[in-house]
C-alpha cells in the first residue's frame, strides 16, 4: 500500500422536502408523497466502502482497531472511520435500515438484499489503473458484482418488482480522489501520459460510462459526489505540503478542474437519458468551509486525525499499536484521510437540505 491513499472523502446527499427530528435525535427524511426510495445501492471508494475489502488481498483495509471504536461494541467492521459511513447515515435517515451492508459481507440475506448493499471498494477510482495499485475492487468488478446482485433480486421477487427496485432506488457514486491523490500525483503512473487536463478528462469519461452502465441495466436516482478539497487533506498536508502541511494547491485545482468537467456532463446525461434523475453532489465547497472555519462547526483540529499522529496514518498505518487522541469529537479526520463520524455529519447537513428536491 501506498502512503496517501485516498478516498475522497467523499461524501453525502440529499433528499426530500421535509426534515424533522426522530428518535435518538437524528434527522429524518420525510418523503414527498407518492415518493418510494426502497433501497439504497452504493458504487466507489472508501467513503462508502461498508467492508468490501476486509477479505480482498489488500493493504488497503479497516477491519481492526482502532477502526469502529464508536461503532456498536467497538466493532471494527471494514468502514474507514472510527463509526458509521454516510452510507449508514443516509439509508438511517431514509428510514430504510440502520446500516447498510457490503455486498460482499458473508452474513448478508435476503431481506438486506431487497433494501441495498454497497459494492464500494477503498482505494477504488474512475482510472482502471487506480484500483490495480492497491489490488482492490475496480469498477467494472463493482459492475458485474451489480449484475450479480440483480439477478438474485430476480429470484427473490420478480423481475417486476425488480425494475421497481432499481428504477426507485437511490444510487450513490463516489470516487475521484484516490485517482488525482495517489494515481496521479503522489505515484505519478499517469504523469508520463498525461497532463491535469488531460487526466480529468480520462476521469470525467470514465465517470459518464459508468453511469451510462448503471443506468441501462435499470437505476434512474444517480447521486454523483465530485472531489473533495484533496490538497487539504492530513496525509496530502504531508505529503505535498513542503513540509510546513499547508493545503496543496496544486492538488486542489486538479479537484476543482475534474469539478468542472463533471458538472457540464452529468447535465448532458440528464438530458439524454429519459427518466433519469442524476445529481451532482458537491462536497468540494461545503468540505472546504469546515476546514477554513472549524469553530464554527463545533470542531478545533482539522489539519490532522485523530490516529497517531494523524499526519499520515490511513489503513494498516492506523492500528491498535498507536494512539488515538482523546475526543474525536473534536476531529474533523480520524485517520490522515477519512472523515470521523461527526465530521461526516456536518458535511451530510451542509449538501442534504440543497439537493433535495434533485431526485423528484
Partial sequence: MYLTYSSSSSLTIFLVSLLLVGDHGRARIILPENVTVPAVIAFGDSIVDQGANNNLKTLVKANFAPYGKDFVAGKPTGRFSNNKTPADMI?????????LPAYLDPSLDDKELLTGVSFASGGSGYDPQTP?????????????????????????????RTQYILANSLFLVVAGSDDLANTYFTIGIRRLQYDIPSY????VSSASNFIQDIYKLGARRIGVFNAPPIGCLPSQRTLGGNGLRMCVEE???????????LQPEIKHLNGTLAQSRIVNIDIYRPLLAIIENPLQYGLEVVDRGCCGTGNIEVAVLCNQLLPTCLDDSKYLFWDSYHPTEKGYNILISQVVGKYISDFF
Fill in 132 to 160: 490495480k495499485i492497491t489490488a482492490v475492487l475496480s469498477f467494472a468488478d463493482q459492475l458485474d458484482q451489480f449484475k450479480e446482485y440483480i439477478e438474485k433480486l430476480k429470484g427473490i421477487v420478480g423481475e417486476e
Fill in 91 to 99: 439509508v438511517e435517515q431514509l428510514g430504510i435500515k440502520v446500516l
Fill in 200 to 203: 480529468t478528462n480520462l476521469m
Fill in 251 to 261: 492538488y486542489n485545482k486538479a479537484a476543482q478542474l475534474y469539478n468542472s468537467k
